[in-house]
């Protein structure tokens, strides 16, 4: 016999824990009282009969949208896909209401989108509109909260819809707060539900706490098609999007921006801006990470002095900590170089962050260089990975890579002598240092 039950769960707000069972501490997390009550439904009566679908079926797969911007098609795996949800999380003030209204506009180009946002009042989003330029009689705004009184009075099945933000939802008959967990999360069902069953697009803004964490629901992530995270130095006006969840296309495809007072700009060849092609100073190398399906041409800058204190320091930007202290690690016992008393500050130019190991190479080449004041030879670039027996190791997408180098002009390519695809083969980091200094050594 089926009974009308309705289950309670605890879900911790900070990370998405979920228990049956009320917790003080999050046993995933470790944060304490963020257990929260949830009643989770259980269905009632007997389950009505569905029908499968053939896998050879030729019912019409919706064609993705393009938002204008090439480089975020292509984050996106090709375009938005119809009936998509797309979370887009950054820090205050990163520009997510900037690109969400920009992609808003662009999507008129297939029908209605309607912009919500329980943030701004309608003439401070009219402020935004008119100063980005993207006014369009298609183009629908609204600062309502009300999840429910959004979604009924919306009657022309739109194409895009934007939530800005997820913080602000509230769905009635739910006596938690806009803002807290159980709330996010029955408003983002609603919201999937109805993008599923209409074709709508839905992109969804959330906020972030200090961590970087979506504020609240991690459950968030796991529920939407896609995640996007807007990154950047705050003063800068450098933006990188970043897919971080993609049901339809790859993650890790990053787009490049920058924020002026006309909206984001698109940078079509971001290599161009974050490698100094020419630089021959002292501790500056270059290298290619790939994020994504993106190869992109970075400078590694490494800065060392003399610290006669206690205590070398090591601090760095972009990059690993323990990394940069493995990589000293190896420069010290495979060159025979004393870096005990040696600061090290390591900087990935123009703010980009990497966890790319292609790079191990090129910092400690950058260490080396900055260490002995020696000036590379001009066009060489340093692309491997290092093991602690000071071997250089081979990367993947390497083909990729060495074409960015050569693209970019670069002659000497130094990588692992496993590398099936040309470039400077070296075995061992003393190899690179001998095949890179030229005459200057
Ligand atoms: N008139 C202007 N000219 C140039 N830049 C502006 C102007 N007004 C605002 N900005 C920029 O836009 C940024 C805010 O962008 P946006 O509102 O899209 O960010 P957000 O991520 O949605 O912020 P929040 O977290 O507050 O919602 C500001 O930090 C500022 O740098
Ligand atoms: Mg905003």
């Known amino acids: 016999m089926n009974q009308d039950k309705s289950k309670i769960v605890y879900v911790c707000s900070e990370c998405g824990y979920k228990s049956s069972k009320w917790f003080g501490k999050c046993p995933n997390c470790g944060a304490w009282d963020s257990a929260v009550r949830i009643e989770e439904g259980v269905q009632k009566g007997t389950p009505s009969l569905i029908n499968f679908e053939s896998s ?53 180009d297939y029908g209605n989108v309607y912009y919500v946002s329980g943030e701004e009042s309608i003439s401070q989003i009219l402020m935004r509109v008119k100063r980005l330029g993207v006014e369009n009689p298609r183009l629908f705004l609204s600062s309502e909260v009300n999840v429910d ?112 007072e006309n909206g984001m700009i698109e940078i079509p060849d971001p290599s161009k801006i974050f490698a100094d092609i020419d630089t021959e100073d002292p501790g500056s190398t270059l290298s290619v990470i790939v994020e994504g399906s993106r190869p992109l041409m970075v400078n590694v800058q490494a800065l060392t002095s003399v610290n006669y204190k206690n205590g070398a320091i090591r601090i760095t930007r972009g990059f690993e900590n323990t990394r940069l202290m493995i990589i000293a690690a190896i420069v010290s016992s495979h060159l025979g170089i004393s870096l005990d008393n040696r600061d090290i500050y390591l900087n990935i130019l123009g703010g980009l962050k990497t966890t790319d190991t292609a790079i191990d190479l090129a910092v400690a080449m950058a260490i080396f260089s900055s260490v002995k004041k020696l000036k590379f030879s001009p066009k060489v670039a340093f692309i491997g990975e290092l093991g602690l027996d000071g071997r250089v190791r ?48």
Do not use: W
């Not at 692992?416 to 005459?439: Q, R, W």
């Open 149 to 260: 009184a959004v979604l009924s009075s919306v009657k022309d099945k739109p194409v895009a819809m934007v939530f800005d933000s997820i913080q602000t939802l509230y769905t009635s008959g739910m006596s938690a707060l806009a803002g807290s967990v159980p709330q996010m999360r029955e408003c983002t069902m609603k919201l999937i539900d109805y993008a599923k069953s209409n074709d709508t697009a839905i992109f969804i803004i959330g906020h972030i706490t200090k961590s970087g964490s979506i504020a609240g629901p991690m459950i968030l992530e796991h529920m939407v098609d896609g995640v996007l995270y807007l990154e950047g130095e705050p003063r800068s006006g450098r933006r990188i999007l970043r897919s971080m969840k993609n049901r339809f296309g790859p993650t890790d495809e990053i787009a490049v921006y920058d924020m002026e």
């Open 394 to 441: 081979n990367v993947p997408q390497m083909q990729l890579r060495i074409s960015e180098a050569k693209r970019m002009g670069i002659e000497n390519i130094i990588v692992s002598n496993d590398s099936k695809y040309g470039g400077n083969g070296v075995k061992t980091l003393k190899e690179a240092i001998l095949k890179s200094f030229g005459g200057n050594l």
């Open 56 to 108: 050879t079926s030729n019912i019409s797969i919706p064609k993705r949208m393009t938002t204008r911007m090439k480089e975020t098609d292509r984050t996106l795996g090709g375009g938005v896909v119809p009936g998509s949800v797309i979370l887009i999380s950054g820090g205050p003030g990163i520009g997510k209401s900037t690109l969400a209204i920009e992609y808003a506009s662009a999507l008129t």
